[in-house]
């Protein structure tokens, strides 16, 4: 904990050594975060996922603030990383999977509205994957049983005997013809013709 004017605009900073890793905070972010302030704790929950996931790890990463540079893809940048950190790190998901609303979340955990609204998009992601899995699974399901109503194609067998191995096992294969037994494919007629 330092004096806030010792970070300028800094709310805290996560530095590492060889032998240990630093975490400094302003004063006055401490003492917010001792009283349950939402955005005070995210920024320790922050700090802490730098300190846990990025030492000496040379991701991209401001040294003058949270900012992420847009050529960075999100899931590369520290920063990005260190907010999923605190979020996942202050929120339980079983509780958080009842709420309806970011704002919910950030109540309900003391956290910032923008650590819940992180939080509450990949919540509702994944909320989404799961029911369209769920369509799908029930579409391919119906479609299954649809399809067992109907008698499957039998395979129909050219006449001539495949090139390669002789065995009379050729069939047509959209344009091209191909053997059961040894799988050759070919663009002639077994025969040798083109047509």
Not at 55 to 84: C, F, I, L
Not at 137 to 143: G, P, V
Request: hydrophobic share 35%.
């Amino acid at each position: 904990m330092l004096p806030d004017i010792e970070l300028g605009t800094a709310d805290a900073l996560t530095s590492h050594t060889e032998e240990l890793i630093v975490i400094a905070f302003r004063r006055s972010v401490h003492h917010a975060a001792v009283l349950g302030e939402g955005r005070a704790r995210n920024t320790v929950a922050h700090e802490l996922g730098h300190a846990v996931m990025h030492n000496r790890s040379g991701m991209p990463r401001r040294a003058g603030g949270n900012d992420t540079y847009r050529w960075v893809r999100p899931y590369e940048s520290a920063e990005h990383q260190a907010k999923v950190f605190a979020a996942a790190f202050l929120i339980d998901d079983d509780i958080a999977s009842t709420l309806d609303s970011a704002e919910e979340i950030a109540i309900q955990f003391g956290v910032s509205l923008k650590c819940a609204e992180i939080y509450y998009k990949e919540l509702v992601e994944r909320r989404d994957r799961s029911r369209a899995a769920e369509k799908i699974r029930k579409l391919a399901a119906s479609f299954g049983a649809e399809v067992k109503q109907f008698p499957a194609p039998s395979l129909r067998f050219l006449d001539s005997p495949c090139p390669k191995c002789g065995e009379r096992k050729v069939f047509p294969v959209g344009s091209k013809y191909m053997c059961q037994s040894c799988d050759t494919v070919s663009d002639t007629y077994p025969d040798g013709d083109s047509d």
